[in-house]
């Protein structure tokens, strides 16, 4: 069982359009991160959320943590070929024995044609 | 800074044979992170260690893998015997306290066994 679910898994699309990843659990996070990977090369930290209904923008990339902190989202605005990548969700866990650690989702591969 | 430093890049060695995996982390990262990438099961967390101590290794495969944390600047992941189904890319990342920080991971290593 997955504990974060990403959709799409994989998205398509012409330069200039606008997409939307989602990352979705059933539990509570007291931090959610989002990475972007390039082939032959680490996840790349992009930002981290930690207060629910949070909403902070990079440039043309704009991500939200969900009001109960179980979901995510990344809004990424006029695509350029140089987005296209792997992004991943990652949750920190709130409480429990899994403090200092991640769970990662299984990643969008975005590719954004010229 | 040089980041997280993985060696070898590639490996590529037969089945049964000891691999070794190597990780400089960054100075004054406190945790120290190793995890297991595949098309398949994407990002998998094998084992953590804060301040050199091993925390949680409930993601090591099997008694094949082992991992150590000898001093602050260098950690190693052995797997004895390899098999096929081993082969991966295997990624460090440190982070300086906590997850809220973000990871900062390696290069990765790519371990194919035939």
Redesign the interface.
Same mark, same amino acid.
């Given at each position: 069982t997955q504990l974060l679910e990403q959709s799409p898994q994989f998205l398509s699309i012409q330069e200039g359009e606008n997409l939307t990843v989602y990352c979705n659990s059933s539990s509570v996070f007291s931090s959610l991160q989002w990475y972007r990977q390039e082939p032959g090369e680490g996840p790349v930290l992009l930002v981290t959320v930690v207060t629910g209904g949070e909403v902070k923008k990079l440039k043309r990339l704009t991500f939200q943590f969900g009001d109960a902190r179980k979901d995510s989202s990344l809004h990424i605005t006029a695509a350029q070929p140089g987005d296209t990548g792997l992004y991943l969700c990652a949750g920190a866990r709130a409480g429990g024995t899994s403090y200092g650690k991640l769970t990662f989702g299984q990643g969008t591969i975005l590719t954004v044609h010229p | 800074d040089a980041g997280?430093i993985q060696s070898p890049r590639h490996e590529v060695t037969e089945m049964g044979q000891e691999v070794t995996l190597r990780c400089k982390p960054i100075s004054g990262h406190d !945790?120290l992170?190793w !995890?297991r990438q595949t098309m398949m099961r =994407?990002?998998e967390?094998l084992i #953590?260690f804060?301040n050199n101590v091993p +925390?949680?290794d409930s993601g090591m495969p099997e008694d094949r893998f082992s991992a150590k944390m000898p001093n602050a600047s260098f950690s190693t992941l052995k797997i004895q015997p390899s098999e096929p189904r081993d082969s991966a890319v295997y990624?460090c990342?440190t @982070?300086p306290r906590?997850? +809220? !920080?973000? #990871?900062?991971? =390696? @290069? =990765?290593t790519r371990l194919t066994v035939v």
């Open positions: - | 997280v !945790y992170f !995890y =994407g990002l967390l #953590y804060n +925390i949680d990624f990342a @982070s906590t997850e +809220i !920080y973000g #990871y900062t991971f =390696g @290069s =990765g």
